[in-house]
């Protein structure tokens, strides 16, 4: 009996040996994981305030550059229209959406999608993508 005492108080004490081992290497890597979320954070606050000043230095650039363009002279709106006028000398005619062959009611949307295409180039005076 005595002997399975002793196996006992040497299990227990193994047991006790290794459960504060693993409880020193549980602290060590909480605080590996502290330090790591700290530079981490760090990081991102130095990246959040270069952000800030690129931010900074194009919104002065914007205003800058509004600042100019409000010293430019006005341009004539009337001849600004006028050659607008001048360059859309054809007549746009729409053509209607017939229904779809198969009797279902409702339009096509390959139609209606045409047509915005073609109301885009009549409009700007350029293809569409």
Do not use: C
Not at 3 to 8: E, F, G, K, L
Not at 29 to 49: H, K, M, P, S, Y
Not at 91 to 100: F, S
């Amino acid at each position: 009996m005595t002997r399975i005492h002793q196996n006992v108080d040497e299990m227990l004490v193994r047991l006790t040996e290794e459960s504060q081992g693993e409880t020193e290497l549980i602290r060590a890597l909480g605080d590996a994981i502290r330090r790591v979320d700290e530079q981490l954070l760090r990081e991102v606050r130095n990246v959040t305030i270069q952000h800030e000043m690129r931010r900074e230095a194009i919104v002065g650039e914007l205003q800058t550059l509004a600042t100019r363009l409000l010293a430019l002279p006005a341009r004539n709106a009337a001849r600004a229209t006028v050659a607008a006028i001048d360059q859309q000398t054809h007549v746009y005619e729409q053509p209607e959406i017939e229904p779809p062959q198969n009797g279902v009611g409702g339009a096509d949307w390959r139609q209606a999608t045409q047509n915005i295409n073609d109301d885009f180039e009549f409009t700007f005076n350029e293809k569409r993508h």
